[in-house]
């Protein structure tokens, strides 16, 4: 299956203990029996899966009559299974990639939702909120399905056992995305 990847997917699979290590409490890190290496025997599961995500590429126009109008370009994103939405503070790169059709999930949020509710939503709550007076126009240049680079840790180790998603590009404990794809919080 030919999907788009967000970002560069930079961590790999030796790259898994260091993440974890880093997104575990203080308290724990501070045990000297606990360390990168407790951590990587303690790994059951490791898979790599690719989470559904939408970005819409659109332009804010603000008409400032008699001077001509402010065109600003933002790009929206909505998770396409929890439904969290937001903007990115800058655009990321994208990139072509083959992949098992099986590490793939399923958006369960289609292309109509996604302008009828999501996307106004987002307009209204995050982009009107910078403009006082007069709401500015939307033009929207592109909607895409892209896909964000997960890996799925199972951890079991005599300190913890926990699961965790940690984000292919950066590293990071995606904590918060593994709590939303199990609650209906951002659906609309």
Do not use: C
């Not at 603000?62 to 994103?77: G, I, L, W």
């Amino acid at each position: 299956m030919n999907v788009t990847i967000l970002g560069e997917e930079k961590i790999q699979e030796t790259d898994l203990p260091t993440s974890i290590y880093k997104s575990v409490k203080p308290t724990l890190r501070w045990n000297r029996n606990f360390s990168q290496k407790t951590v990587q025997e303690g790994m059951i599961k490791k898979e790599r899966v690719y989470h559904p995500m939408w970005i819409v590429k659109l332009l804010v126009i603000a008409d400032r009559k008699p001077f001509k109008s402010k065109v600003t370009p933002n790009m929206v994103f909505i998770d396409a299974i929890s439904g969290y939405r937001g903007l990115f503070p800058s655009i990321p790169p994208t990139a072509q990639k083959q992949v098992n059709s099986s590490d793939v999930k399923k958006a369960v949020i289609s292309k109509d939702d996604l302008f009828t509710r999501y996307l106004p939503d987002v307009q209204d709550k995050q982009i009107n909120r910078n403009y006082v007076l007069k709401k500015p126009r939307y033009e929207i240049k592109e909607a895409e399905l892209v896909y964000v680079p997960l890996w799925e840790v199972e951890l079991h180790t005599p300190f913890l056992t926990k699961s965790y998603y940690i984000n292919g590009n950066t590293g990071e404990s995606e904590e918060l995305m593994l709590e939303l794809t199990q609650s209906n919080t951002w659906k609309l």
